[in-house]
């Protein structure tokens, strides 16, 4: 069996920690390296220059360090034929005064020189550093880095992973212990439920009139809620997610309004069901999806003043979903407010203390896991409107 949802999300979780300790550890190695190789090129370039300023100051009298030429206007050393492309005549021009000093670094012949052209008492002297030695140091140290970045990525990962786990089992035991209670809990509630719906079914059965209406929708009711502990016993013990199969949300919305009646005619609220009579059929589940309709329902009611309105209206936008709408002639909302409501016991902006609850966040988590979206408008004092929208069942 696939492993439920609440397990995927731990097991993301763990990875993700892992990827961030093994994306620190590996930048703060590689910020490391990276200092380490500045550091080695300015001293490389630092003693390379200071080689060429003591070879100029010497002459051609004294015989240069390995990998170091002179060129004077007279002479070279050391003796021997020099390195093609040396001297370069073109740099004489760059210290046309005494005491000029001029130094860069070019590539000649496949190989990278420091050159130093300096004019002492109007004698030019051009000095060459072969960096051979200094750019074998530097691949060295960068294969060094190299090494050290690897084994560094896998001892994170290593340690990473350790720490993620120890770090997500109190939120896993934490899952475990929730799970358990709701399956006891659930467990314990099945049986006087049952013995409640049943009852109501047979004083469903001996009433009239008025008080039979009365009573079936008391039997509706139980029923329903029945069926909402069934869905918290399901999804405590099982692992895979209820299957999904072709719903009227006409009839559930209908049934929702009915249900509601009672409440609404208390209220002094009119409430009425606008649709054509034609199926509204969508995937999902029914249990479900009818609690997002009594939640929303609900919220329409709890602020809806009497002498107000809700309308719970479906359409079908195009051939691919199918919409519903619920809205209320109520206190509303400020627009700024129209994503916050959906988030866990989300405080209003307007600077009353109004807060959300959970209800309509677990309408959006509902509606999400069935593939659709929700969304809300309104303004203070204009009322709200919540438009469902699912995807349209399979013809087949």
Known sequence: MRPDPEERALRRARWAITAQIAVVVSMLVAVAGGIAYAMMLSRQHAEADRTLSRTIELGPAATPPGCVWLFTPASHAPSGPPPAGMPLPALTASVPVPGDVHTERRPIGGMTYTIRVENRDGVVSQAFFEEVYQIQDRSALVSGLVVAEVLALLAAVLCGRVLACRAIRPLADALRRQRTFVADASHELRA????????????????????????EQLVRGTRELGEVVEDLLLSAQACDRPEFEPVELGVLAEEAVAAEAVRAGASQVRLAVSRERRPYVVQGVPTALRRVLSALLDNALGHTPPGGSIEVWLGVPDERHVELRVRDTGIGFPAADADRIFERFARGSDGDGRRFGLGLALVREVVTGHGGTIAAASRPGAGATFTLRLLRADPA
């Not at 439920?193 to 009139?209: C, D, K, N, V």
Request: glycine share 4%.
């Open 192 to 215: 006087p439920l049952t013995r409640l719906h049943t009852r109501a079914q047979l004083l469903a059965r001996r009433a009239t009139g008025r008080d039979a209406d009365d009573l």
